[in-house]
Structure formats: C-alpha cells, structure tokens
C-alpha cells in the first residue's frame, strides 16, 4: 500500500511516499481501506517535533479518516467488513490501510458523505466539548471565535450559532470574513486591519464578549481578554500564531472572568462516555445539514507539499483532506 512518512522530524519536505505491505488486524482491531485522510493544524506540530504529542518514528502523518472495514482481527466485534467508519487515532491516516482498535471507530451515518466525515472528529468535537464542558454556554451570550476561517475555528462558528449564541467571528483577511458570515456569524472583524478592541467594544454595546475561543494565541489574547464581558470565559484552545500569550492576572479579578483550558485529546481518556455523547450529537447534526463539515481542498498523497502549504500559509477555510484512490 501507498503511505506517506515522515522518518526524520522537519519541514513537509522532509516527508517521504514509500510503499509499505499491508497491516494485519490484531485482537479487538480492524482493518479499514482509508477513502479520505484528513489534515490539522497541529498535524505539522507533530512532525516538525513540536507537539505535546510525540510519535515514534517513521510514523505517518493526519489524525483523522474515514473509509471502510475491510477484515476483522480476533474477538473485534460490532463491524462488519463493508462497514462505513471514521476515526481519530492521532496520527497514521495518510495511507491506503490501516488498522484500528474497533472501540476508536464509529459508524458514518447515511447522509454524511466520507469526504465531510473524514475531518469532522477533531474540529467539531473540540469545539462542541470547548461550548458545551468548557464554557457552560447558555444561549443568547455573545461568542468571539479567532482563526474562525480555520478547522476548529470554523467548526466554533457553526456549533455556537447552532446552539443559539451571537457569534462574532474574527480573521486576518475580509475574504475570509466573507467565506464564515454563510456558516452563522452575525458579525465579523477583520483583526489585522482594524482596532479589534473598539471593535469589540462597539459590537457588544460596552458590554464586551461572554466567551472568547482562542486557536490563535499571540498578541490577540491579552486584547480578546480585556474585552470579556463581566463573568465572561476565554477558552485556550491552541497557539496556530506560534507565541504562547502571558497576559496579566488582574484582569481576571477585575472583569470576575476565567481562562479556561480545553482539551479534546484528554477529554476523551478521561471522559469517554461524555464524549461519545458529544459524536452522536454531532453526527446528527452533520447527517441532516445542520453543521457543513466543509472541506476547503482535497488531494491525492502525491501533493502532500500543497495540502501541508495551505495550512502553514493560512490559507485553508475549513478542512484540508487527502484522497486515498
Ligand atoms: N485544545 C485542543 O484540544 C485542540 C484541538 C484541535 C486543535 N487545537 C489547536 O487549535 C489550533 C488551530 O488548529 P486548526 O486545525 O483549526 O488550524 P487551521 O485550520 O490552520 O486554522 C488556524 C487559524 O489560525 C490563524 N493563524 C494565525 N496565525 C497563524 C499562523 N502563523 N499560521 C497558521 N495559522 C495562523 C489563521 O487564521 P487567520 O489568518 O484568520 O488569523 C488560521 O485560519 C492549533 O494550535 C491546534 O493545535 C487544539
């Protein structure tokens, strides 16, 4: 089977397309044939040797992916070879095959197409988790999502405004404040242009934001907290501008404001059942157009350099997905 490596820690181009034999299912696992691979930001963390998360090497990049049971190792139950499924292992789905513990993969319900179900796992289960265990959300606030053209961000937008909050969303160009107001935004800014904090300041009447969801990190942190509502809730989801904020302290007593911490990975160890409430919730939404699971691009392996490229670039508005045939 085809399969993309990476073997030594570095750039994309570092990245190699070999042919490895096919795996073999083991006890309680499956063998999927991959349909589409999906691509995030923190995929070029992992191999550049940068994240919190380290694999051995060789290992192949992209966490997500969808496709079909193709066999079953011993005592694997609940699939069938034929099944349609999706999951999220971390790392590993750039190939044709892999194999897969059956507690990590779920059904695709009729509706969804594999393309939208590839990449769906992360991004909208981070910020369903981010909303709904983070936040403590109650409709009618006010949601300011950063980066909110990217995977998680996009996926923050959609999910606040389906669970009836105000979203202002928030980009670096006015095309992408275009491509999001479709996905449910009431407002947007374009925070390298104008004064964000006036702006904030002028779209909450005064009053400033309930919650802030933050992929972005940087200099927009310190700004998006000293524009919190009274109680309001500024999310930590992730630091795609590459500086990790420290902002000052008093500003959490004097606005009675949290900073709270999301994460996805470790929510799903230690809370498993509440998370695979969170899917059934989310494939619903996805099998009946609720939610768009957008796919910005999709490419074979071979263009792993353009698929990698438009998410260091920032040019991705929503998913970037590979296809495997
Ligand atoms: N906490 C969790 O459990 C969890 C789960 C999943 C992902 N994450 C984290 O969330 C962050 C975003 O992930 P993603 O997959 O949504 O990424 P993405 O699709 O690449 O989106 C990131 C967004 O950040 C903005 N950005 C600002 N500076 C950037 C830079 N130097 N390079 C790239 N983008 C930059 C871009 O929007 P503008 O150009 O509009 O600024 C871009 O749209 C990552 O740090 C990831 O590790 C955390």
């Excluded at 961000?153 to 606040?160: I, P, R, W």
């Amino acid at each position: 089977m085809k399969a993309l490596i990476c073997d030594s820690y570095g750039p994309p181009e570092n990245l190699k397309l070999v042919d490895l034999p096919d795996p073999v299912p083991g006890a309680g696992e499956a063998l999927v044939a991959i349909n589409y691979a999906a691509l995030n930001f923190f995929d070029l963390l992992i191999i550049e040797n940068k994240y919190q998360f380290k694999p051995a090497l060789p290992f192949s990049p992209a966490s997500e992916f969808s496709g079909r049971v193709l066999a079953l190792g011993p005592g694997a139950q609940g699939f069938a070879p034929g099944d349609r499924v999706l999951g999220a292992l971390g790392f590993g789905a750039a190939r044709e095959k892999i194999v897969c513990p059956v507690d990590r993969l779920v059904k695709i319900p009729d509706g969804l197409s594999d393309e939208k179900a590839a990449g769906l796992t992360t991004t909208y289960g981070t910020s369903l988790h981010a909303l709904k265990q983070r936040a403590d959300m109650k409709p009618g606030e006010t949601l300011v999502v950063l980066g909110a053209s990217g995977g998680v961000g996009l996926a923050a937008v959609e999910l606040g405004a389906r669970l009836g909050l105000r979203v202002i969303a928030c980009a670096s160009s006015d095309e992408k404040l275009k491509f999001i107001r479709t996905f449910g935004a009431a407002e947007t800014i374009n925070y390298a242009t104008s004064d964000f904090r006036a702006e904030l300041k002028r779209l909450t009447d005064g009053r400033g934001a309930d919650i802030v969801y933050d992929p972005v990190g940087g200099p927009l942190t310190e700004l998006a907290l000293r524009s919190l509502a009274w109680k309001g809730r500024l999310l930590v989801i992730g630091f795609a501008s590459g500086e990790i904020p420290k902002p000052p302290l008093n500003l959490t007593l004097l606005k009675g404001c949290d900073i709270r911490g999301v994460f996805w990975g470790e929510f799903i160890r230690r809370e498993p059942e509440a998370h695979r409430q969170n899917m059934v919730e989310l494939l619903d939404y996805a099998a009946s157009g609720a939610i768009s699971a957008h796919v910005h691009a999709i490419h074979p392996l071979e263009a792993y350099l353009e698929a990698f490229g438009a998410i260091s670039r920032r040019e991705a508005l929503g998913k970037v997905v590979f296809k495997m045939n």
